[in-house]
């Protein structure tokens, strides 16, 4: 017998050919009832017809065939329960059959029998005992052959047929009720006193009858298939839901395996994930017991796991307890019976098996066995949907830490940058509030004044002190904290810090930005993460305002022996030579006012500092690429491969840049008369240079720029040239090199407020000598035009 359900195509067919036989059986009544009313009175009887033989009065032939047909439609095909549809079925085979034994039996699959659900003239609890075995009997065989069988006195053996042996009759039909195509159950009606046996028209009649009841239960089913259809459809609707949403892994497949055992009306179902060579685990079940998660395994190639793995398919099996080849399966091992094993796939491959099972043998319908295929479907799905949302929150956390982290860079840069600007400015501030106070101490005699004068520069020191302290929140030193650093790392933290300070800007202005990374594994550097990120982030942010268009960066890691090289590129115009030798100069820029200068500055600094280098290529509308190399950490260089280390810049072996103590006063000296020329844009230290300068007895000339002070310079006799580092038109550095190209031997002092931020090397690069550090004593200051004149060679 199948289980399949009902389309409402086959309902509808089913429905329609009921009527056409009710049709036929009335036409038939009404046209036999005719022939009975068109005979002429007193004409003999028929042949072969006693009056014995003749039909009572009371059967069909006898009645009106319309009000037959009419008590036999008015048993509803919908509307009602299965059990007042039988009632009703009943009464009509009692009352138009005169049968005084009928009985409707309806096909149980579960028990494999047909179970009597109505009767009239047995004991009510005869009806909660009787059932048949198809085959067996009058009735058994009926429902089996499908076809309407007689009995009468002698013509079954009561042995042969133990439902007759228990209620005897004298004459006996059995229909089948089909339903949907296929035998459902079978209406028998039986009469036990002495009457003529049923005739043609009483078993069409039954037959009728039967039909009709086949229609209800047609009916039935089909109200109970989409009722099951919308139940599925319902449980799947509402996994889709929570499949979509970004539900917990082991919640979502727990929920899964409760909705599969609803829509397949099993107990027991359970998910299978492949666990390397162990072959499948469970990862969540429902109906087994907790033990069962840790201890199930299923192997890919053998019993009903290893042919799903093999066809790709659903596999169904009635009973794997009967099943050969599947003695050692672990469905079978757990005791159960009815099985079916449904692929889980995403992107052509076999991720998981849902398995459902029941301790009963049965068969799966082809409706459960789809809704099971489309909850494998949603399944794969909600694992990749997992796995992605867990992708993006991860991603999302690790934004939400680097927003963190940007804030507080942005911050320190903030802090730094405002620390900067007031250190610089005090300290030019404190250089004259110093300078001229040693001046007035050097003229005051003894007394309240001096004393007053005294407080003044010590005070004035002390504020000196707190500049200095100020000026290391604009620096990034080697501190604390160095070790091995991942540069990888290092890399893409700068790529996501630096990113939201120009993305948003880039394309809203319609030039965006393309990042390509290219990171190679690497060995790890010794220094400080903070201040490699640090001098990274300079970079791209200089190759992002590179490119006010928009184009593409690159940022591109390799191993090379005994350290690491990371190149940095832009698409930009590129910059020609005699910007790209100043490039490392302390605030040069091409950018002002929007940049400070002091980028690619730190960038030098923080790679010194490392051990490294730094290059830079650029063509003139070429773009241009930074290049650094830094020394692996000790234990992590990489093996040697006939490679020539970066060129180190020119002056990296001279020593550093001397910045001397302040001598005690007592061995004060002053210096030879000598020709000195001051370059300070500031006006008050200006003049409190040449006055201290005149007053040790040197000849002084000074000018407010660099271009002027390179013109004295240019039309004069020099010993020694002091250039504030920030000058208009050109900076100090610019200065001392030009002094350097037109009379090498002259010394060059360069006055700065940021003498430990500079890198010693850079500066002996540009041609300076010597640094003097705002703020100074006057005896500092003369200590360090001593220094610079014992520099030049002894003619």
Request: overall charge negative.
């Amino acid at each position: 017998m199948s289980d399949e359900r009902p389309s409402p195509d086959s309902s509808t067919q089913v429905l329609r050919d009921s009527l056409g036989e009710i049709r036929q059986s009335l036409d038939a009544l009404a046209d036999h009832l005719q022939r009975l009313e068109a005979a002429p009175a007193g004409l003999p009887p028929t042949p072969g017809v006693t009056p014995a033989d003749s039909p009572p009065a009371d059967t069909p032939d006898a009645r009106d065939a319309l009000s037959v047909g009419q008590e036999i439609l008015a048993i509803p095909s919908s509307g009602l329960e299965p059990a007042q549809v039988f009632s009703l079925a009943i009464d009509r085979v009692a009352r138009l059959l005169s049968a005084d034994r009928a009985m409707l039996f309806v096909w149980e699959p579960d028990g494999s029998r047909l179970v009597a659900r109505a009767g009239r003239g047995f004991r009510r609890d005869d009806l909660e005992t009787i059932s048949i075995k198809a085959g067996d009997g009058l009735v058994g065989q009926a429902f089996q052959d499908e076809q309407i069988l007689r009995s009468s006195i002698g013509a079954v053996s009561v042995a042969g047929d133990p439902f007759l042996a228990l209620f005897p009759v004298r004459d006996a039909v059995a229909v089948p009720i089909r339903a949907a195509g296929h035998a459902a159950g079978v209406l028998y009606a039986g009469r036990r006193a002495p009457r003529p046996a049923f005739s043609e028209q009483e078993v069409l009649l039954l037959l009728v009858i039967a039909d009709r009841v086949g229609t209800a239960l047609a009916h039935r089913q089909f109200v109970e298939t989409m009722g099951g259809h919308i139940s599925r459809l319902r449980d799947l609707e509402v996994f889709l839901g929570q499949v979509l949403v970004g539900q917990e892994m082991e919640d979502m497949l727990s929920r899964a395996c409760e909705v599969a055992c609803r829509v397949a009306g099993v107990r027991v179902a359970a998910l299978g994930v492949p666990a390397g060579s162990a072959g499948l685990s469970l990862v969540a079940a429902s109906g087994l017991p907790a033990g069962a998660l840790s201890s199930w395994r299923a192997d890919t190639g053998y019993g009903l796991t290893g042919e799903m793995f093999a066809t790709h398919r659903p596999v169904l099996c009635r009973d794997i307890q009967s099943r050969d080849g599947c003695e050692n399966d672990v469905l079978r091992e757990a005791g159960l019976r009815a099985c079916l094993v449904v692929p889980v796939r995403l992107r052509h491959q076999t991720v998981g098996a849902l398995y459902l099972a029941d301790p009963e043998a049965r068969e799966f319908t082809p409706d459960e066995v789809a809704s099971v295929q489309v909850l494998a479907s949603l399944l794969a799905l909600g694992m990749e949907n997992n796995r992605l949302y867990g992708e993006v929150r991860t991603a999302f956390e690790g934004m939400a830490s680097a927003q963190d982290q940007l804030v507080q860079t942005e911050k320190a840069r903030a802090v730094g940058a405002m620390a900067g600007g007031i250190a610089n400015e005090f300290n030019n501030l404190l250089a004259i509030v110093l300078g001229k106070t040693q001046l007035m101490l050097t003229r005051t005699p003894e007394g309240p004044v001096r004393e007053g004068l005294a407080a003044v520069e010590e005070a004035a020191w002390r504020a000196a002190d707190i500049v200095r302290r100020l000026q290391g929140f604009a620096t990034t030193s080697m501190d604390d904290g160095t070790g091995p650093v991942d540069l990888a790392a290092v890399v893409q933290d700068a790529v996501l810090l630096t990113r939201a300070l120009w993305k948003d800007e880039a394309e809203a202005r319609g030039a965006p930005i393309e990042v390509v990374t290219d990171v190679d594994r690497v060995p790890p550097v010794e220094g400080q993460a903070a201040a490699l990120r640090e001098a990274v982030m300079n970079l791209i942010l200089n190759a992002v305002d590179a490119m006010p268009r928009g184009g593409r960066l690159g940022l591109t890691l390799r191993r090379v022996d005994a350290g690491v090289e990371l190149h940095v590129s832009d698409g930009g115009e590129g910059m020609p030579e005699d910007v790209r030798r100043r490039v490392f100069d302390p605030f040069f820029t091409t950018r002002a006012p929007h940049r400070t200068g002091l980028g690619l500055s730190v960038v030098h600094g923080v790679v010194t500092r490392h051990r490294g280098s730094v290059r830079v290529r650029s063509e003139h509308g070429g773009g241009t690429t930074v290049t650094l190399w830094f020394p692996a950490a000790p234990g992590h260089a990489v093996e040697s491969r006939t490679h020539v280390m970066p060129a180190m810049p020119e002056g990296l072996e001279m020593p550093a840049m001397p910045v001397m103590e302040d001598p005690p006063e007592d061995e004060i000296r002053t210096a030879a008369t000598v020709s000195i020329l001051v370059l300070e844009d500031e006006e008050h230290i200006r003049t409190m240079l040449v006055e201290a300068l005149s007053g040790a007895g040197h000849r002084v000339e000074s000018a407010t720029d660099g271009l002027t002070g390179l013109a004295h310079f240019q039309g004069g006799a020099f010993d020694v040239v002091l250039t504030d580092l920030s000058l208009p038109e050109c900076s100090g550095l610019d200065v001392a090199r030009s002094v350097k190209r037109m009379r090498p031997k002259t010394p060059v002092v360069l006055i700065t407020g940021w003498g430990h931020v500079l890198d010693p090397e850079r500066l002996r690069d540009s041609g300076v000598d010597l640094m003097l550090v705002k703020p100074f004593r006057l005896e500092r200051l003369l200590s360090v035009v001593g220094d610079a004149l014992r520099l030049r060679p002894i003619v």
